[in-house]
């Protein structure tokens, strides 16, 4: 994209749009990607990064909390940022969001109840997933794995 930033989402005139700095992690297990279903929709393992916290240190937190596994991140595929409003908060956010491909160094208990892990192939985490950007991310990756093949 020629060094500019992705953006997806719709900016409603007149709202005010909280930023939500974030940072994602994508982890590919035999050609599928982790993916985490939420009451809210599904997304990539990660979240909202916390004051003092490194996008690097919040991917891995998030996969933790969300998936139960220790994960080590491996580099980082992008930055994107998606318009989105939040029912559950009942707030409009901006969100920044880092994108880092991850990978599995142990096991640990999750502590998100009411998040569950999938695995998709990339097709169906098209179709399933709730953020443009993390639709975004997932299509990054899968060409990233086209050029290496």
Known sequence: MSGLVPEFGERLEGQVYLARPSAYGLIMDRGRVALVSTPQGVFLPGGGIEPGETAIEAAIREIEEECGWVARVTGELGLAIEHAYSELRRVYWTKPSTFFLA?????????????????????????????????????????????RA
């Open 103 to 147: 990978e599995i160094v142990a096991e640990t208990r999750a502590i998100e109840d009411d998040h569950e892990l999938r695995w998709a192939t990339p097709s169906e985490a098209f179709r399933s997933l709730k953020h443009e950007s993390h639709v975004w991310a997932v299509r990054q990756l899968q060409e990233r794995h086209d050029d």
